[in-house]
């Protein structure tokens, strides 16, 4: 009998996050899930059989918290996707106040690779995977997302060094693309984004990735054949 794989999900109570634990779950994935909405993180704890540790994962303490409950067992996977927008409606960059942006940086960048420094030894026992969420933002110029754009450029940096620091993981950027999620609406307020996808409908993207595990890098979801 194979053992039953173990995954690190933030941000995991909506969005993107939800979405992937949901999915998960109906393989068989052991899940330790985390965001900072209490009450809809227990939702997804109760469908998915995951253990839900609440907080804000830019807060030291919280990571503490969080180290706890992982112990030392082997991770299959880690999934940073817990991130933060900044202000709504975006603010240009000659506007943005930089304690905004720092919060942006220490969520979006700062939070992620102490996560991963709890958990590179937990991975490397299970020749595990990290996935970083990553944006088009982050690579493309566009008014109003500088903060956020810029702190997903650091992070896909971030995750490139490591990943050739760290031969023998798979260390991935991965862009979704634009979802149909609470951040996004915030991104655009009072504008219509009914004609984006549901979140559900990027997952197998990832599970596909997940699959082929190909050398670390950055991917995009649209980009990735999935099989059928």
């Not at 779950?25 to 995951?50: C, F, M, P, Y």
């Not at 940073?80 to 942006?101: F, Y």
């Not at 939070?111 to 990553?134: C, E, F, H, K, M």
């Not at 307020?189 to 699959?211: K, N």
Request: hydrophobic share 45%.
């Amino acid at each position: 009998m194979s053992k039953q794989r173990r995954a690190l999900i933030t941000g995991a109570s909506a969005g993107f996050g939800r979405a992937v634990a949901l999915a998960l779950a109906e393989q068989g994935w052991q899940l330790i899930i985390t965001a900072r909405g209490a009450a809809e993180l227990e939702k997804v704890a109760a469908a998915t059989g995951a253990r839900a540790v609440a907080g804000d994962i830019a807060d030291p303490g919280h990571r503490e918290q969080l180290a706890a409950a992982l112990g030392s067992d082997p991770l299959d996977l880690v999934l940073n996707n817990a991130s933060a927008l900044g202000p709504s409606p975006l603010p240009t960059l000659d506007r943005i106040e930089l304690t905004e942006l720092s919060a942006i940086l220490e969520t979006n960048v700062v939070a992620p690779l102490a996560v991963l420094q709890l958990t590179l030894p937990l991975l490397r026992a299970a020749d595990g995977v990290a996935v970083n969420i990553s944006s088009d933002a982050a690579v493309g110029a566009y008014p109003g997302w500088g903060g956020y754009g810029s702190s997903k450029a650091a992070l896909d940096q971030l995750t490139a060094v490591l990943g050739a620091e760290q031969p023998e993981l798979r260390i991935y950027s991965f862009d979704p693309g634009d979802m149909r999620t609470a951040m996004h609406q915030a991104a655009f307020p009072g504008e219509d984004i009914s004609d984006r996808p549901e979140p559900e409908t990027v997952v197998p993207a990832l599970l596909h990735l997940l699959d082929i595990r190909p050398a670390s890098g950055r991917y995009v979801a649209s980009e990735l054949p999935v099989s059928s």
